[in-house]
């Protein structure tokens, strides 16, 4: 019972395990951890019935975890004709007016059936969530990962969830969030900005709000 | 062959002996070990409504004693009773309740009198045959789980000799799935027993009328069981169409027969004398009923690794397919390989049976009832005149229920319980490869003595995998993968569905009643209050203890938490690590390395460190 039981929920929660040089892999009956797909390890020996086995590998430098930083955002509704109403913030979470609740909070979310700490959203109907973070010192990619939240939740909604991720203005990509998408990690390459400090914006949108819980996690790398 | 040679003696010394004995053996295996079976969420449910059912017959005693006996069957008496858990027909339910009014220890005054459903006026006068109330409740469907045994070594009978018949029987209960729910107050197991005493009695009123009319009032009892009952006469239907296939090439229908007749009338008009609940608005209540189970919404269930909860749409054919394939799949993970591998043997035997055997052949099957020459058809004896084709009549109860929960449109939540009524016919077919295998065996034997013990040497070898199987798995069967799946692990590293129902907390009750928190704030998840309730009344939760309900919020407001672990319960384990800033369980409950329960204390202090060796 005290297999994993020294993790903290951050590292549970993590967006992917690209920042941890060394990892630790405890398996049995020939299971596999996702994190170590591909790699050989280190070191590997037998106790019973369990695998241990440690993978050594660069560790990605993360120069800005957006969740972590959650408090740094700008957050807004942007309504389709162009109109911004800003969203304001409190001690450990964002509100914004429509839906009078917590709109973005950094939360440990079940993504998938698995754990993830993120930045839940709340959607509104017929507006755009911006969270924009400025000056964000930039490594050569910006990860992402996003997906829906809650078993229930995507089981009674149908709406698909779009994050577009800009850096400086100019698109990157997006994340398509629905109920059988899981938890879509996407890569986008920032080498040309690496360095430099920019200002991020997620903007969320959906077709349909009703049982869409959307969380989405980001860092900057090098 | 000995075996046969047996059967041919059937008659002599009474036949009731045996499936007497072999009900009573597993009912008392049953009673022996359900007490380590934890309440099942909708077992609970059940104890309360049967409660309930009990008070209304209270209730007509006492206006009877008022010389008022029409009070009693008033609309809003009758509903006051029997509205409690109205979207399962009430047999089984009335059933628990008397039992339990019959047969339990009153420890009802005192400080939990306040915990039953109904008023407790004063002590009980009972028959304190068990110490808990929840065996009291349970005990009617374990006495049935008996009868089902028996039931199915009767029927086997017919086709195979003394020996591979109790091997049947055997094989019949000793499947960890079917054995799960053989011991609580459900209606899975009970409708399988049902379904099984309706199938014998068309069976044999292919030749008889008396049965005919017994095929209608058993049919009564299985629609007051669980809703399965509607399925029964589809079944039926097509093994008789099967049967008289030989009509229709003459151009002439087969008529239709007693037995339906008798389902189609006797069966509804039982039901409705059987549930007061229909009494004041039949129609309606019917078609409430019957819309309930049609268009039951799809809870979560885990199969192959993926979270199931809505048929998936013709348009993802890989999931549609892979959804299809999940009655088949499941059976073959959860039934024991013996009863697998004879049952396959017990096929081919079947698929090959010559219709007339040349007379210096051994007979595959013992058929009592050939063909009766010069026998005309009635509706009377709708059989007389042909072979009744035993082996299309157990595919069809065994692939009948499975084809059903094939459909990805039909929810699958409640797995292997869903098609338990092919499980008796299964067996049956199994026990024909038990006879097979013991007359390949008897062949190759040449001193008399060895080969007179053969068969029950054998059947007794071929059963005891899978009792030990079952018995290994106890007491959470529901879980439990076969050989072919590797086991619980097994079927946990598959992905396949571990458990249902929130019953596996039992073996955690004494470390929560340890360290109940002094705020009393208890969060038991999927163990609902009236399981919570029992477990007080039973003794093993101390009086007052807390519940702080069901819902997501409630998570933060505890101090000591479970998780049932089931794939789509994930969200609850990361409540409680958010809530209790941590994600070291306190306590966790394994079965062969699987978990199946982790309890959560706010503020626990961690482990003792122990130091690695270098």
Known sequence: MHLGDLIPVAVAGRLDAARFGRVWEISQRGARAPETEGSRPAQSSRHGALTLRRYERPASQVSFDFVAEWNRAIVSRVAPGGQVSWCYRAPDHFECADPPAQSVKAELLEIDTSPHLALATSLASHATTVIEFDRVPLGRELAVGAGLHNVWLRKAGKGTVSLRVLVQGRELGRIQAGNLTGWTLRKFDTSALAGQSESVRFEITVDDPNSRYFGFAAEARS | ?614
Not at chain 2, 508 to 531: C, E, F, G, Q, T
Request: aromatic residues 12%; proline residues 9%; positive net charge.
């Open chain 2, 1 to 614: 062959m000995a075996d046969v040679g047996q059967a041919k003696r059937r008659g002599k010394g009474p036949r009731w002996i045996v499936p007497l004995a072999l009900a009573l053996a597993s009912s008392g295996w049953l009673l022996a070990v359900e007490g380590r079976q934890g309440l099942a969420r909708d077992e609970a449910q059940y104890f309360r409504a049967g409660e309930r059912y009990w008070g209304w017959f209270e209730a007509l005693g006492e206006a009877v004693a008022a010389r008022k006996p029409g009070r009693a069957f008033s609309r809003a008496v009758v509903d006051s009773f029997w509205g409690d858990n109205h979207e399962h027909p009430p047999l089984m339910k009335t059933l628990y309740g008397l039992s339990w009014r019959l047969f339990h220890r009153c420890d009802c005054v005192g400080p939990k009198q306040g915990l039953h459903p109904i008023a407790v006026h004063g002590k009980h006068r009972t028959l304190p045959l068990f110490s808990r109330e929840s065996t009291a409740f349970r005990f009617p469907a374990i006495l049935l789980a008996g009868l089902g045994v028996a039931l199915v070594y009767g029927f086997a009978r017919r086709f195979i000799g003394p020996w591979a018949a109790a091997g049947a029987a055997v094989l019949s209960v000793a499947q960890p799935h079917y054995f799960f729910h053989a011991q609580i107050s459900c209606f899975d197991v009970p409708i399988a027993v049902m379904a099984l005493l309706v199938a014998w009695a068309y069976w044999k009123s292919l030749r008889s009328p008396r049965w005919g009319i017994l095929c209608g009032v058993f049919y009564g009892f299985a629609l007051a069981t669980k809703h399965n009952a509607w399925l029964i006469p589809c079944f039926l239907v097509v093994h008789y169409l099967w049967m008289r296939r030989g009509d229709f090439l003459r151009l002439r229908p087969p008529r239709v027969p007693l037995a339906f007749v008798s389902m189609a009338s006797l069966g509804p008009i039982l039901l409705f004398a059987l549930w007061p609940w229909l009494w004041h608005a039949p129609v309606a209540r019917t078609r409430e009923w019957l819309q309930r189970h049609t268009q039951h919404e799809h809870y979560n269930f885990e199969y192959l690794g993926q979270n199931w909860n809505l048929p998936p749409p013709p348009t993802q054919t890989g999931r549609w397919l892979l959804r299809a394939t999940f009655p088949f799949v499941s059976t073959a993970f959860t039934v024991p390989v013996t009863t697998l591998a004879l049952a396959a043997a017990g096929a081919v035997v079947l698929a090959r049976r010559r219709r007339k055997d040349a007379p210096a052949d051994e007979p595959d099957l013992i058929n009592p009832e050939p063909p009766e020459p010069g026998a005309r058809a009635s509706w009377l004896r709708p059989g007389a005149d042909v072979d009744l084709a035993p082996g299309m009549f157990l595919a069809v109860q065994i692939l009948g229920p499975l084809a059903t929960l094939a459909f990805p449109s039909t929810p699958i939540f409640g797995g292997v319980k869903h098609f338990l009524t092919a499980m008796p016919f299964l067996a049956m077919v199994a026990g024909v490869g038990l006879a097979w295998v013991t007359r390949q065996a008897t062949s190759l034997v040449r001193p008399l003595r060895l080969r007179r013990a053969l068969p029950a040497a054998l059947a007794t070898l071929l059963c005891l995998p899978a009792v030990a199987e079952t018995q290994r798995s106890h007491p959470d069967g529901v879980g439990h993968y076969n050989l072919l799946a590797g086991g619980f692990a097994g079927g946990a590293s598959l992905g396949m569905n571990r458990q249902f129902w929130g019953y596996s907390v039992l073996p955690l009750l004494p470390w929560i009643k340890a360290h109940r928190p002094p705020s009393n704030r208890v969060y038991w998840h999927d163990v609902l209050h009236d399981a919570v309730m029992m477990y007080v009344r039973d003794g093993r939760l101390p009086v007052g203890i807390g519940d702080l309900g069901v819902g997501e919020p409630l998570v933060a407001q505890s101090d000591l938490g479970i998780v049932i672990l089931e794939k789509h319960f994930a969200v609850y384990e990361y409540l409680h690590w958010e809530a209790y800033q941590t994600t070291r369980p306190a306590q966790v409950y394994a079965h062969e390395g699987v978990p199946f329960v982790v309890a959560y204390q706010r503020g626990a202090p961690p482990p003792p460190q122990e130091p690695l060796p270098p």
